[in-house]
């Protein structure tokens, strides 16, 4: 049992009263100011966990991460266990259980017995020499130095998940903190066990796999060359993150074949003849029963370099067209000011709501009730010159009491000004009254 080979001084072993234990436990703990802190909210549940990732390496607790669901012991010392079958807490989705969580607990700081141990009131055990931890005069042997480094380990990532976490986010797992919490017996001092702690915040911030994996598996769908300006590169790049992120969560999910046919429908989305060609025979020979037994990477990587040769012969430069790239971007960006003017009609609808919330039509008015409502086209509900030109025909931003979706607009794109916003309702309910009469 090796444990001072590295060159992270994390992996070491200090006696806890050195020098330079104090200062490296103290760099861990104390003087960690992470620049991102999360909420639990699933929408973090990525980036935590990339952060966390991240720390894990510099501070050398990565192996804490990873759940051993079994244990054997050594058949040569009876002190020494053989830990297999692991779990990764962050790779994996809801996988890793409470009782994997718990018995690992008890590994690190109670009876070591491969048992759940307290569910309530989880007491620190000492180090002892039955267990092979001491030796002689009260020397710390190397299976000690080992526990006393996945304590200090488990210290670490316990304060470092509580950093990586909001002051609220910090009250919602305290809640928890049976769950977590371990006592010594002779100081009085409590510790949080780091696996537990990070289990609970997962389990929080990662709710229900399944319909995150559905939103996810349409969001691959979308994710098109032209969104990377045509760098195939950077576009696989972002297919790839997508589909190891769904594979974390639910192994499987995403079967390769449907990867590989969104792969490539994808890429035949870019506007350059030759390379659409060879995308086209790819296709073409793996539609025909892929009689090669091509997998995802390997396309990719003829798809790539098909990228790389036409782009450093001129040939991508020369074929995608500025003509096309502008059409394909122009398009982009109409979409996107479509779903940005929907969103702001219903932010506007919204704002109606709030501002006359008990203030429906009048019933005695002649003017169209809630149950026969009409709706306004969206954007004459965005503001943005005084007199808009729609179609060949001028629209005025009248102030006045319109209606659109059975809610109150006082600014609304009309056929009259604002000064003429009375004379326009009289006319409307004379004619709708001559109408009813
Ligand atoms: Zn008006």
Redesign the pocket.
Known sequence: MVLSFSTNPYNNYYAANSKEFISLDKAAKQDIRPETRYDLLPGNADSFAADLEKYSKQYGYGFLLNIPTMRQIDATDANVFIYTNQIHMLETWNRVTDENVAINANEIWGARDWTRGAINNKQIAEMTATRGEIGTAQAVTLIGRKKFLERWKSTILSHQVMQLLTPEAQIAIKINKKKYQWTDPLSEETIDDGRSLLNEVLKLMRPDVQTNVYAELAKIKSIKPVDHAFNIIKWHSAMESKRISIEYKVPGAYHESQYIMDYLDASLTVEVKSFKAEVNIIRNRYLRGNPDGWNASYIAGEIIKTYNNMFEDGTWNREIGEKDQIIALTTKLTEMQAKFDKQIASFATQAAIKENPKDPAPKTDTRRSKKEHYTVEAWRLIKKEDTVSVKGKNYFW?????WSGGEKHNG?Y?D?K?C??DS??KTVDDKRAARIA
């Open positions: 009248c102030t006045g009491d319109h609304m009309a009259h604002t003429d916003h326009w309702r």
